[in-house]
């Protein structure tokens, strides 16, 4: 059976659902706030012709996921699947982020874990890439128990050559 890249998923803090084209103008407002970029690699990703790129990059993905708070029903972020490899049983989760209103909070973890729990039904690994300057994305996923493997130079459409550092975390570590 084949894995389900983009199913609607959600638990007590959160909603995902597949991404469209209909959600740009709500998910730029949040991707507007330059703080939310301070220590990624691509810092102008809050001008919106660089997110109209990571937009447009995520919707042909086809395994983009919009964030919405269960509460408030507000939208709160993205994030998405890809490079899966059967051969190797992995996948890769990223492009994630949330409103700094989330940031430090429960959130990212209950999107970490909708996801894994659905990536660990067919994967055995996922692989997450995170800019080397990340520092809060890459403590986030630590206490996942991901383990950082090693630095890569990561080539993308939306910005220029960046060294990431690969985490992997496999399903008997998050079992």
Partial sequence: MPFELQPSLENDLIRIVPLQEQHFEALY????DP???????SKDRY???VFEIFFRDAILSRGA??????KTAEIIGTSRYYDMDE?????????????????????NKALKNLMLDHAFTHFSKVYFSIGVYNIRSQKAIEKLGAIKTVPIEN?????????????????????
Avoid: C, M
């Avoid at 190797?88 to 492009?95: A, L």
């Fill in 35 to 41: 703080l939310l970029w301070e220590q990624h690699p």
């Fill in 29 to 32: 407002l949040v991707a507007s």
């Fill in 155 to 175: 080539h993308l459409a939306s910005q220029a050559k960046n060294k990431h550092h690969i985490y992997q975390l496999t399903k008997d570590i998050w079992q």
């Fill in 47 to 49: 001008q919106r012709s």
């Fill in 87 to 107: 051969a190797d049983e992995s996948i890769t989760i990223g492009y994630t982020f949330l409103a700094r209103a989330y940031w430090g909070g429960t959130h």
């Fill in 65 to 70: 996921f919009l964030v919405h708070d269960i």
